[in-house]
């Protein structure tokens, strides 16, 4: 089993800049691919960005290539989404995502409650 916790969401204005954080405990994420998700009210969730388990492949959602990077410590245990030139389109809740061994492209096993992250225009 893993928990995931998410914080590091809040207010912020148009172009400016936010870092969410997640916290895996449980297991250690080394072997685990970990994404990033949203869901903007009246909206299905999306993904957002992902980074795999082996090595340091990344993928990003076109809306946001450019402006976000997902990163991961595995000595802290902590996968982060650094989100820059922010726009009010990205107001959602955001969730942190695990899989264990899988490609980024996957039906994830563990999921955070989210942290929501609202843009004023």
């Known amino acids: 089993q893993v928990q995931l916790v998410e914080s590091g969401g809040g207010l912020v204005q148009a172009g400016g800049s936010l870092r969410l954080s997640c916290a895996a405990s449980g297991r250690t994420i080394s072997s685990y691919t970990m994404a990033w998700f949203r869901q903007a009210p009246g909206k299905e969730r999306e993904f957002v960005a992902g980074?795999?388990?082996?090595?340091?492949?990344?993928y990003y959602t076109d809306s946001v290539k450019g402006r976000f990077t997902i990163s991961r410590d595995n000595a802290k245990n902590t996968v982060y989404l650094q989100m820059n030139s922010l726009k009010p389109e990205d107001t959602a809740v955001y969730y942190c995502?695990?899989?264990?061994?899988?490609?980024?492209?996957?039906?994830?096993?563990?999921w955070g409650q989210g942290t929501q992250v609202t843009v004023s225009s």
């Open positions: 980074i795999r388990w082996s090595g340091e492949i990344t």
């Open positions: 995502a695990a899989k264990y061994k899988a490609a980024v492209n996957t039906v994830y096993d563990y």
